[in-house]
């Protein structure tokens, strides 16, 4: 990859808007390069292609999902270390609207080369997210804050309303309430013992 400039950063910038909005196999380089306000050469003298630049989004979307994940409390009681996954997915929702809608979106078929190693980002990121809702419901569990439930389906059911949301990303009618879901979550988990 080329030297980062401001019309690399334009570019990937609009690539991710693009990626996010539509299917890749319907953008073009040369749609990407007017979005962008350059030329269509320049974006192949930072990218070698379409494959390359959408690669390099995916893989920059999931170094911020992780980096958001390692800032989750990795101790303390399992409700607050919940409440504190569902709004730091909601903040980040709130921030980073183009690569929630990334994040978890399958890669594309067509997809010609690095297919595999894209792949593997999305599957991990799924599979952390469930990790620590399995390690949270165990905890909450084992001390008597959540009901005895199946761990792995609930933590199944609850990375699924997460992936929704991050689906939901980039509409405008879907308002969430970060305070609401995280109640939702607690509350849920809470209520089952009763």
Do not use: W
Request: positive net charge; contains cysteine; glycine residues 6%.
């Amino acid at each position: 990859m080329a030297i980062v400039s401001e019309k690399f950063e334009t570019i990937t910038a609009t690539a991710k808007r693009l990626f996010a909005e539509r299917d890749y196999e319907g953008i073009t380089t040369l749609e990407i390069s007017k979005g962008a306000k350059v030329t269509e050469p320049l974006i192949y003298y930072h990218f070698s292609g379409k494959p390359d630049l959408y690669a390099h989004i995916v893989r920059t979307t999931h170094d911020l999902y992780q980096d958001m994940l390692r800032k989750i409390p990795k101790s303390g009681k399992p409700k607050y270390r919940l409440n504190a996954l569902v709004g730091a997915h909601c903040q980040f929702l709130k921030d980073y609207p183009h690569e929630a809608a990334l994040v978890f979106r399958p890669v594309p078929h067509r997809l010609e080369s690095g297919r595999a190693d894209l792949e593997k980002l999305v599957a991990g990121a799924r599979e952390d997210l469930k990790n620590l809702l399995v390690t949270y419901l165990q905890g909450g569990i084992a001390e008597g804050t959540f009901a005895d439930v199946n761990v792995p389906l609930t933590a199944d059911l609850l990375a699924l309303m997460l992936f929704r949301l991050f689906e939901s990303a980039l509409d405008k009618s879907v308002k969430i309430n970060g305070s609401a879901l995280k109640a939702f979550f607690r509350r849920g988990l809470e209520g089952c013992a009763d």
